[in-house]
């Protein structure tokens, strides 16, 4: 068997890590969400490997950090729909939720609907954002990128460390709009309340993981 170096290793979701008896919508399961996450790693392990071997760098290094996160997140809303009947990818530019249920909207398209799942995706285990407060059934994939490890070859490839869903209302976020000619974006975030329920709602736990942003090897210089 051919040895690869580490940071292109194809990573699988660990079994032990899928929760049963989580409340989840749509005829959603958590076997359905794992099949996805392992789809992206596929993806990554063979990007990433062709990305090296013609000489560039992995995607973890080339993208920014909400780039990436962004990335990711519309791989994991794709891959989702393959293994369930119940859910399908909301097609509309800026629409809300990401995954809305079959047959629900005509075309399975809505700029802002009160049905699906929104997906968020980031390294935080908690303070996660969006543009407006939202009352829906939110789908947060924490993980850990490794991008301070020397020498690159022995970096850890992307790690889903959890996953975790719950039905959140306005009560749970705050929110930060634009004042005046004030031209910042406006910000929503999830209170701790709602990030609790969150985290008592596990889709997904990694094996060994602990509650917190998740940092590896400190870089050499």
Known sequence: ??????????????????KHGVELPYDLQ?????????????YFHHINRVSVEKGYERLEELMLGNTYSGFL????????????????????????????????????AVLHGEEGIEVKVSLQAAGWQGHNPEQAWIMVFQISLDRETEPVESRQPLVFEKVMIARLD??????????????RTPTASILREGSN?????PIYERPGYTRGRVRYGSASR
């Open 30 to 42: 958590p076997e359905h969400v794992a099949a996805a996450m392992n789809d992206v790693l596929d």
């Open 73 to 108: 997140s519309e791989l994991v809303v794709k891959a989702i729909p393959k293994y369930t009947s119940g859910l399908a990818r909301n097609p509309r530019i800026g629409g809300h939720p990401d995954l809305v249920p079959i047959g629900l909207y005509p075309g399975n």
């Open 170 to 183: 306005e009560a749970h976020w705050s929110f930060s709009g634009r004042e005046g000619a004030s031209r």
């Open 1 to 18: 068997m051919e040895s690869l170096p580490k940071f292109i290793q194809r990573q699988q979701i660990d079994p032990a890590g899928i």
């Open 197 to 201: 329920l969150l985290h008592l709602n």
